[in-house]
């Protein structure tokens, strides 16, 4: 089976992880298949070295053009938009010609990408996968603009015959509310939560040799707004939590300086607001490699997952789990689905609410690492599992 995949976001974080271990769960699971993986050159990149470059035999790379792509929006208005920090989303057009000769054209992650049908090409050879509604529930964050055209391109998805996959019941039901569709237009394949052998080899990063040494609280999430931040630093502010521990952070942007950005600008100011001080009380990594995230995950006395907003829940949620580490989530949907999914028992917040938060986090003797929940006890969903799915849904065409 030939199987193209297609995306020129590569989204350093969920996105990528999530296209990468299934492709590598995929290739294992059946000899037979061969990928074909289409993206930039620097998503190209992202790709070969979240997989490893391994299967060299069975995974093909190709790199596309992309330069055109980003003129479509002026220059003007990019920085107008830039100011008011929002974000445009720029639309990759996906032509005939990268789907043909393919048995199975897939794009696991629809956002930003634009189908253009032909009818040279089986729509029904074709496989999407949504992973959430942010544009359509955070309206402030995006130009009219961007959500005009992201709403264009689903409605226009799903009056085809192209196949719509989605990673939670949350999803669906406000898709269904916002489309006027049927569940039965969907394909749920929730994400995995199993770990996958992560293994951690020896540690070269002294900084962070030194911060595994201390209490604190692990937060591996880039600093888009819908990750909510703004809550970690009010709470993290109080000196009941702030004279015991430190909040580390991980993931694009979290390093905040330099302030190229408005967003790492308006945390910066916050955090001076609040009397935090960078690599005092506040540690942040940017996006580090996996052997690095292990370590800090390994030795967190807890993770938070402050998020207002997700798509099928949360990967560091079970890999924390799975390491015994304390988890304290927002009790948004997506997360309690797959907690509720996996029989996992966590402590939830009100990501609305700092007091919320503040009263979770007294509930742990912190400095003791002395805590109730017994995390490994939960159902896994392994990434050989998404990718059973995903070939029983490709033969069924």
């Known amino acids: 089976m030939k199987i193209t995949l297609i995306d020129f976001v590569a989204n350093h974080g969920g996105g990528l992880r999530y296209s990468s271990e299934v492709v590598k769960s995929f290739v294992n699971l059946y000899p037979d298949a061969r990928f074909r993986i289409i993206s930039s050159s620097i998503g190209i990149q992202r790709y070969k070295d979240t997989i490893n470059n391994i299967h060299k035999d069975k995974i093909k790379y190709l790199a596309r053009d992309t330069s055109e792509i980003h003129k479509e929006t002026k220059i003007a208005e990019k920085l107008y938009l830039k100011i008011l920090g929002k974000k445009t989303l720029f639309f990759y057009n996906v032509e005939a010609n990268l789907m043909k000769d393919s048995d199975i054209v897939w794009l696991p992650w629809l956002h930003s990408h634009r189908v253009l049908l032909s009818p040279e090409i089986n729509p029904k050879k074709i496989?999407?996968?949504?992973?959430?509604?942010?544009?359509?529930?955070?309206?402030?964050?995006?130009?009219?603009?961007?959500?005009?055209?992201?709403?264009?391109?689903?409605?226009?998805?799903?009056?085809?015959?192209?196949?719509?996959?989605?990673?939670?019941?949350?999803?669906?039901?406000?898709?269904?509310?916002?489309?006027?569709?049927?569940?039965?237009?969907?394909?749920?394949?929730?994400?995995?939560?199993?770990?996958?052998?992560?293994?951690?080899?020896?540690?070269?990063?002294?900084?962070?040799?030194n911060i595994i040494k201390e209490n604190y609280f692990f937060v591996p999430s880039n600093i888009f707004n819908h990750k909510n931040h703004e809550i970690l630093f009010k709470v993290f502010s109080k000196k009941e939590i702030k004279r015991k521990y430190k909040l580390v952070?991980?993931?694009?942007?979290?390093?905040?300086?330099?302030?190229?950005?408005?967003?790492?600008?308006?945390?910066?100011?916050?955090?001076?607001?609040?009397?935090?001080?960078?690599?005092?009380?506040?540690?942040?990594?940017?996006?580090i490699s996996e052997n690095e995230y292990l370590s800090l995950l390994r030795n967190a006395n807890a993770v938070i997952i402050p998020s207002k907003a997700e798509g099928g829940g949360s990967f560091p949620v079970f890999e924390a789990l799975s390491?015994?580490?304390?988890?304290?989530?927002?009790?948004?949907?997506?997360?309690?689905e797959q907690i509720s999914i996996a029989k996992a028992k966590i402590d939830f917040f009100d990501p609305y609410s700092s007091e919320s938060l503040f009263k979770t986090i007294l509930k742990y003797d912190l400095m003791q690492k002395n805590f109730d929940q017994s995390g490994k006890n939960f159902k896994g969903r392994s990434w050989k599992d998404v990718a059973t799915e995903l070939m029983r849904r490709f033969k069924d065409i």
């Open 323 to 336: 390491e015994g580490i304390p988890v304290i989530a927002s009790n948004i949907c997506p997360i309690k």
């Open 249 to 287: 952070l991980s993931g694009a942007g979290t390093e905040i300086v330099p302030l190229t950005t408005r967003r790492r600008l308006w945390l910066y100011i916050l955090l001076n607001f609040y009397g935090l001080k960078l690599n005092k009380n506040i540690f942040g990594f940017g996006y």
């Open 127 to 209: 496989f999407v996968t949504y992973h959430d509604n942010i544009i359509f529930k955070n309206k402030s964050l995006f130009s009219k603009k961007s959500i005009k055209k992201e709403f264009e391109n689903v409605k226009r998805i799903l009056n085809s015959e192209i196949n719509f996959i989605t990673t939670s019941k949350c999803t669906i039901n406000e898709l269904c509310e916002l489309f006027r569709e049927k569940t039965k237009r969907f394909i749920l394949i929730p994400v995995g939560w199993g770990v996958n052998n992560l293994k951690a080899s020896t540690l070269k990063n002294q900084k962070i040799e």
